[in-house]
């Protein structure tokens, strides 16, 4: 089984602090995704990366970046956290097409709060 | 740009009895993806069930089918005979298959009760 990890599932930050929230997947997927989840809001895609070292920004990606050394570990970096900030992050990895069934598989979450 | 509506933020099911959860989706292409998605209280996102917009068939799987309504652009799951553990939210979820790096578009969510 497909199994992404995300390194955190709570965090507490004060605001103004850098915030690294780690994920790595072990099925050598291509594709990974992270994702803010938000009551009434649904899944936000902040950042993708289809490659090492490769990146796109997602719908939200303002206030975050991302970092890709390692096909199998994708990070998402908060530079300088605020309150609004504060939500559930969701990582997620899906194959290369050839072997996409289009399916995302997804990490536990990480709820970061930001005080 | 392509958009997922879930108009129900939350549903209640009797154990035992059957619900239908709604989606409906706004696209232009004629070649996609759908999903839902479940995901139980504290615990990782997964998929339930998946249609290919190609194929005319409602995708089944065990107590889950969908209803696939292309023409109207809308794909409903439905669960029979509830179980406790079917509570959670539940995701509607699209993709394009137009291109190698479609992302998925998300609803909003519907959250689903499981009354004993």
């Known amino acids: 089984d497909v199994k992404v990890t995300q390194s955190s599932r709570y965090l507490v930050k004060r605001t103004g602090e850098k915030v690294f929230l780690e994920c790595v997947q072990d099925m050598d997927h291509e594709n990974m995704f992270w994702y803010r989840q938000d009551p009434g809001l649904g899944l936000r895609l902040i950042y993708f990366?289809?490659?090492?070292?490769?990146?796109e920004k997602g719908d939200i990606p303002e206030g975050y970046s991302v970092s890709r050394e390692k096909k199998e570990r994708f990070s998402l970096i908060l530079e300088s956290a605020s309150t609004n900030q504060t939500s559930m992050y969701l990582c997620?990895?899906?194959?290369?097409?050839?072997?996409?069934?289009?399916?995302?598989?997804f990490g536990e979450g990480s709820r970061l709060t930001v005080l | 740009a392509q958009t997922v509506t879930q108009s129900q933020p939350e549903m209640s099911v009797q154990e035992a009895e059957t619900v239908t959860l709604s989606c409906t989706y706004d696209?232009?292409?004629?070649?996609?993806?759908l999903f839902w998605y479940k995901q139980p209280p504290s615990r990782q996102m997964i998929l339930v069930i998946r249609q290919e917009a190609y194929k005319q068939q409602n995708a089944t799987e065990n107590r889950f089918s969908v209803n696939f309504q292309k023409a109207a652009k809308s794909f409903s799951l439905k669960i029979s005979d509830s179980q406790l553990g079917d509570a959670a939210m539940y995701f509607c979820a699209y993709r394009s298959n137009r291109g190698s790096q479609g992302n998925l578009i998300f609803g909003k969510g519907t959250k689903l009760s499981v009354k004993p």
């Open positions: 997620a990895s899906r194959p290369a097409s050839g072997e996409d069934t289009g399916e995302l598989f």
């Open positions: 696209t232009s292409e004629s070649d996609y993806y």
């Open positions: 990366s289809y490659d090492v070292k490769m990146k």
